[in-house]
């Protein structure tokens, strides 16, 4: 979809997100404002898919022409607006979000992917220039903190190890991040702290709205006069950037995309784009759309070696009744049908006197049980699976005894972290207490459900 001639207003209540299969995000409204305390470029899972941290709030370009200076970011304060979204001119997201600005003549595009299975986010920067010898500058806006707190009133003490235009940067003794630009240089700042970022959307939750956040440098890239250039900036948990080919990635990730279309039977392979008729064109777009958005709650936990769904984005995990409900659109739809029998490890691996769990500790991989009907709803997710698939092979090996075991603890009575399920006196289940919220309405008031 392709948002042009941006109203300020409507636009910034427009969030785009794209995903790494672990957990982690890059996300943020359409105008590159952050809104959020959950927006970052680089939201990274520390143990997949929880722990999840900001680690890259966002980038800050500028664009300097002919002797002037050019802020093509924009940020909220609680008093002012820096408005650098006057010089979009076009929002898009097919596969990944593009943004296009036209400063003084030239056209700049910014192209934002995270590489598959790794805690990544590259930019890429084509940049058509202006008949002016310019320069092209990108300051990082950093933090590493839990993406559910804030840092207001926050000072950073950053450790920096740089060499040309790679930097390893340590955020008050956290984990290494690294950041590497394609070419120009680095320029190391001292004690530069973003003062008071605000989010609005924050507020209206009631929740913290601003923070500090640290801005360790900038990168400075000279383009010569009416030159086409393309610059490329990467941030990372991993240490070998360099080896990272940001056009690669990004390619890597639409050919991925598109074998997933292809696998699903939903859209043809083959077709001429130019003669469908709108329609259908309208349909297979739709229907392209509807696979990413899929994809983008499947992750891989690798503790457990298995696949699982989360929930939702921007803070839920993998909650047992969330992921059974989604399961047969998500998974079987789509025929993905391996990474569903490992939803179905997944569901099975630590179920405790017939509970499914509802889902796992964001710290600490600990298993919840606070779900009556997780454990019903994997009857039925087995049970389409084995319609879609005729895998009864599976279903015997690996599914079936813990059927056995949930039937045998609803008709026993299940009282484990207070749950209180049995079998009432007409044969229906009851479960929970006024203390306790085990239902699929997952609702408390005060103290009580």
Known sequence: MKYENL??????????????????????????????????????????????????????????????????????????????????????????????????????KKYICMEYGKNTVCVLYNIKNNEKRTKFKIAPIVNFRDFHTTTPNAEFELKQEIKDTKVKLIINNQMPVYMKLSEGKYVEHINDTFRNMYYLEEEKRGQAAEENLSVPGSFEIDIPQESHKEISFVCSLEENIEEINVKKVINKEIIRINELM?????????????????????????????????????????????????????????????SLISFEGLLLATKRYEIAKEVLLTSIRDIKFGLVPNGYSGYDNRPLYNSSDSSLLLFEAVYKYARYTGDYKFIEKNIYEKLVLIINNYCKGIDLDDNNIFLDIDGLLSAGTENTQNTWMDAKYGNHC
């Open 262 to 322: 292809y696998e699903s039977g939903m859209i043809a392979e083959k077709q001429d784009m130019e003669k469908l008729p709108k329609e259908e064109l309208k349909q297979r777009e739709l229907l392209r759309d509807f696979i990413i958005a899929t994809d983008n709650f499947i992750v891989y936990r690798p503790n457990f070696g298995l696949h699982t769904i989360i929930a939702g984005y921007p803070w839920f995990l993998d909650w047992g009744r969330d």
């Open 7 to 108: 109203e300020f207003e409507k636009a910034l209540k427009q969030d785009w997100i794209i995903t790494n299969g672990l957990g982690g995000y890059s996300s943020s409204s359409i105008l590159g404002i952050n809104t959020r305390k959950y927006h970052g470029l680089l939201v990274a899972p520390l143990n997949p898919p929880g722990n999840r941290n900001l680690i890259l709030s966002k980038v800050d370009e500028s664009f300097e022409s002919g002797g002037q200076e050019y802020p093509i970011y924009s940020n909220i304060g609680k008093d002012y607006i820096s408005k650098g979204y006057q010089y979009l001119k076009a929002f898009e997201k097919e596969y990944i979000p593009i943004f296009t600005y036209e400063v003084d003549g030239a056209i700049i």
